[in-house]
């Protein structure tokens, strides 16, 4: 789980310097100057021509004054940005995973004869997944179910062009990153699958098994920011409301803009959301 967020959080990082270097190299040339006048304050944009830096007043263009102080603020946050992603790399460069049975293949040859559970105690998963102990085993619970869980849907499988890290097909980029979440806590789901309800029929983005085998749901809602997107999801969540399922129940809508991913963002909403329904 934790070399997972520090890729998370690499990528992340990544990202953001891809679209502030985009995004500066689109900006006017020249820096702002701000000036405090017996009359006021005045702005200037600045440009430097061989040795002699020639400049504009800009006091009465707002907008590019806005210009400059955003190019400004670009190019200190791509140096924040710049050293976080080396420490990050880093990080990730050295980073040794946590397994059990690799720690005690590396004893001498007085314990390898031992069996794995002499050394092994559930509170190690505990720390690594960040959950507590009765987490731990109602997660196991529901082996048997993923275990169960039927092929793929033939809902629309045409949209489904990106896989996760175990081959499933998905629609989104954001929906494989939340798969992966689920897969590091070890949490069993089944996507798009079928779901007749009220009459109605749908395909809830991930199905899991709850406490005493009732099913709940997950919606990843990422395009809050289109005014259209958002009449659409007023309308399923009705539908959905109507046939039974509803967010103080058996739902739980995860949203976002864009369709960005905050990963710390899923990552609570599975620990604080998810894990204490199954």
């Known amino acids: 789980m934790i070399y997972q967020q520090l890729e998370n959080a690499l990528a992340?990082?990544?990202?953001?310097?891809?679209?502030?270097?985009f995004e500066?190299?689109?900006?006017p040339d020249g820096k702002l100057v701000h000036v405090k006048a017996a009359d006021g304050e005045r702005y200037y944009v600045e440009v430097r021509d061989g040795e002699r830096p020639s400049r504009r007043g800009i006091t009465r263009r707002p907008d590019l004054v806005a210009t400059f102080a955003r190019k400004e603020y670009l190019r200190k946050a791509l140096a924040v940005i710049d050293h976080d992603v080396r420490t990050l790399e880093r990080a990730v460069r050295r980073y040794k995973r946590f397994d059990p049975e690799e720690v005690v293949g590396s004893l001498s040859?007085?314990?390898?004869d031992l069996p794995l559970d002499a050394f092994y105690h559930?509170?190690?998963d505990t720390v690594a997944l960040s959950l507590d102990a009765t987490d731990e085993q109602r997660i196991a619970s529901h082996a048997a179910w993923g275990a169960e869980a039927p092929g793929p849907s033939d809902y629309l499988p045409e949209g489904r062009t990106l896989r996760t890290s175990r081959g499933e097909r998905m629609r989104s980029k954001a929906e494989v990153l939340i798969a992966e979440t689920l897969y590091s806590y070890g949490i069993p789901f089944r996507y798009e699958q079928e779901l007749e309800a009220g009459g109605a029929t749908f395909h809830p983005d991930f199905?899991?098994?709850g406490a005493g085998g009732k099913e709940f749901y997950l919606e990843f809602c990422g395009m809050m920011d289109d005014p259209a997107y958002v009449e659409g999801h007023k309308r399923k969540r009705s539908a959905y409301e109507a046939a039974g399922i509803a967010e103080w129940d058996n739902i739980i809508y995860l949203y976002a803009s864009g369709?960005?991913?905050?990963?710390?963002?899923?990552d609570s909403v599975v620990r604080t959301l998810v894990v204490p329904k199954l």
């Open 207 to 209: 199905t899991f098994e």
């Open 12 to 21: 992340q990082l990544q990202e953001a310097r891809t679209r502030y270097e």
């Open 24 to 27: 500066l190299e689109g900006m």
């Open 109 to 112: 040859s007085a314990y390898r």
């Open 122 to 124: 559930p509170l190690v």
């Open 259 to 266: 369709n960005s991913t905050d990963m710390m963002y899923v």
